[in-house]
């Protein structure tokens, strides 16, 4: 697979995928990472001037997850620059474009300028390998907010999808007191048959009383203000969800998104490189 790559902005994940791919043999051209000195002097990689240089000279441009933070600027927090994304698609040209997490915005705008693209969370195999990641990383700000050992603890998981069917598995290896929070029948069948307590998300109340920890995995309001005057006042609470997220913003509340690429980014990459090289080659 001889072809070249222009990476665009991004976290430590894409750092880490632009390094990985230019570990085997691809020419990788960087632009909005100039903060990151880790991908300095490395073979195969170059660090581009201007942003059409390194699109120019691509075949495939990867871009950040997310893409963009404000539907205005590609989300860069290693660059000096903004890069603005009305000036990224003017340049992208016939490229094929492969970034994730779009917002409905952004989506327009790559459609009005008939952009060939890839979203890789639409790619389950990658979505399912990144709930991994996130799990453990939502573990781990558990424990750096809460003076408290998990074991033994009464935790509660509002949602039951990917990264909450994950994380209850994970919780309940460390012998946590675990209970999800959903609305469909099948879902209460499948947490009997794991093993955990389950409640209805529509009827949270008094019942929230009772828990150390409550993570969040839901992107609408479901933490509401009224719901919030249930929770002990030492609760610790976790968002795991994209925007708007599930607590009510007058909360104090931890808000972690993007764990993949804070607390894994080398994994993540790897996931990430293994998904793009698969996507190419079934063309």
Not at 26 to 33: E, R, S, T, W
Not at 51 to 69: D, R, T
Not at 204 to 222: A, G, K, R, S
């Amino acid at each position: 697979m001889s072809k070249n790559f222009a990476v665009i902005g991004g976290d430590l994940r894409i750092v880490n995928l632009a390094r990985l791919i230019a570990k085997d043999e691809k020419q990788v051209y960087v632009y909005g990472l100039e903060k990151v000195e880790e991908i300095k002097n490395i073979s195969n990689l170059i660090i581009t001037k201007t942003l059409e240089e390194a699109i120019s000279k691509a075949n495939f441009v990867i871009g950040p997850m997310p893409f963009s933070k404000d539907d205005i600027n590609v989300n860069a927090p290693f660059s000096n620059k903004e890069i603005s994304i009305s000036d990224f698609f003017k340049k992208i040209n016939n490229k094929i474009f492969i970034a994730g997490n779009f917002s409905s915005n952004v989506k327009e705008v790559i459609k009005e300028n008939n952009i060939k693209y890839i979203d890789l969370m639409d790619q389950e195999e990658l979505v399912i390998l990144n709930a991994l990641s996130t799990a453990e990383g939502a573990i781990q700000v558990a424990m750096e907010n809460t003076n408290i050992l998990l074991h033994g603890s009464k935790i509660l998981i509002l949602g039951f999808g990917r990264i909450s069917k994950i994380l209850a598995n994970k919780l309940k290896a460390l012998s946590v007191d675990v209970t999800c929070a959903a609305r469909k029948k099948e879902d209460f069948a499948w947490m009997e048959s794991y093993g955990y307590n389950s409640t209805d998300i529509n009827k949270l109340n008094e019942n929230l009383n009772q828990y150390d920890i409550i993570f969040n995995t839901v992107p609408h309001l479901i933490l509401t203000e009224e719901r919030l005057k249930y929770v002990k006042k030492d609760c610790v609470l976790i968002d795991l969800a994209s925007k708007p997220g599930g607590i009510d913003k007058n909360a104090k509340y931890i808000w972690a998104l993007a764990l993949p690429g804070k607390v894994a980014p080398v994994t993540s990459a790897e996931f990430m490189k293994k998904t793009i090289y698969k996507m190419i080659e079934e063309g």
